[in-house]
């Protein structure tokens, strides 16, 4: 009995900072005590993860089967905060975005088509120049049709998918190949209230902002930092399990005392005997939902598993830090989740491999976008790169798919672009955007191929670039008056005109 009058003597004292903690953020905020596991979180009272301190053994039972109760009742889901999911790509190098891949043109939109020349060096060749071979638009958002972006998104997606699927591009310029571009509106999305039932924010790589780009440096919040989860063990270890066999400190463990307990299988004395036994004085989750370690696994996801068949999350590292990503923020584990894809310094690699690196974030483009139709849910996803590239209009070569383009010459920040996409459930393509086409395209390009840095406050901001992000998934939510409150200060002002929105609300 020593043993567990220890045990109970760290949880006790445990508890005590735990309250201090409270009282201390009651004072700084000006806000009343927290109630709800949200709330805890989002004072940053707990971490980021499940794992928290609970109170006194004492009262460990009873909270504990009160909050069984209450998990039964969410068994399932809904999980998260009840905001869209939010994905973010991040490409690390200067991958090309304009005109390649997702057409962009001058003050008119994305049809308002460049001369010839200038498309040429985005890389199109004038026998597959807009003005002459048109665009696709099987996404909502005009595509070159020899985009590889496009054939990844299209590998992936099914036509039920993309009847729901419309986008905006974002003419706008930002540091080549560099990681110091605050490119990553992941802190302004949580701020925003994007949160999940373990975590807020998740990330392929161990960064702040969970990618290769900077977050803006005033939206950061050490509370909404992102836990990295790149593959299915990552994922689970969210909810304290393993991948092959949960140890005795589990939510599978606790579950099971829990269920003993409202049997009359045991008592409450041999309940907290127990749960003290397995490490719940330091508990690896809390039980507002009854969510076992295999409920977070990718591989054990059926969609998922038909979305990558064959094996490819487990034998492809790109398919798989996807896969996890996507099973903890779509479903709504996590808020807000970074996926990262290196690699895309592009200039004088020869095009067939360039165009693959396309097709393949192409594909984890429309894997997510699937995979939100596959559990009707509403997603929001934003690609970004740091700076562009410009063609070498002397190099003319085939892109491996039997299409001749120019390869990539050099890197050019004045040819970037950031995309973002969303999928609705209940809304049609055309029914996403604020003004139809016109909404498709915030800003223009010069007719040179340059993006014109006087067609909007974000054009030659990177962070201002990162607010226009967070309005729009504000917007979506019919919440893009809030824009101020939850920035604070932003650079594009507490009510950025509409003109820069591009979505209608879709939930």
Known sequence: MAKYREQHRRAEEAHRRFEQRIEESCRRTGHGRPVTRREFLGRGLIAGTSTVLLPSVGMLVNQAHAACEIGEAVAGGPYGAGKIPFL????GGGANIAGSNIMVGGAGGQTDFLPDDAYETLGLPAAISPSTVGVNTDFGLAMHPNSALLRGMLDKTTAATRANVNGTVIPARSENDTGNNPHNPMYGIARAGANGEFVVSTGTRNS???????????????????????NRNEAIGLSGGEADGFPSGSVATATQILAQLKLGAINEAEAT????????DKSVATFN???????????????LLSIFPNGEISNNGDFRKAAATM??????????GTMEYGGRDYHQDPRPETDGKDFRVGQVIGASLE?????????????FSDGAVVADRNNPEDDGNGTTK?????????????????????NAAADIMRNGAASQQLGAFKADGTIDTNSSPYANSVVSLAEVVVLNYLALHGEAGAFGAALGTPALGANPGVEHIAFNQII
């Open 208 to 230: 702040e902002s969970g990618g290769r780009s900077r977050a803006p440096e005033y939206m950061i919040s050490a509370e909404l930092g992102p836990t990295r989860v790149s």
């Open 273 to 280: 005997e127990e749960l003290i036994q397995c490490g719940y």
């Open 371 to 383: 995979y939100a139709r596959l559990k009707n849910q509403p997603l929001m996803l934003y690609v």
């Open 327 to 336: 099973k903890v923020v779509v479903n709504g584990f996590g808020g807000v």
């Open 406 to 426: 120019f390869r990539w010459r050099s890197d050019n920040s004045q040819r970037a672009s950031s995309a973002i996409f969303v999928y609705s459930p209940n």
């Open 289 to 303: 939902s009854p969510i076992l370690p295999s409920d977070l696994d990718p591989e054990a996801d059926a969609d």
């Open 88 to 91: 973010a790509i991040d490409q």
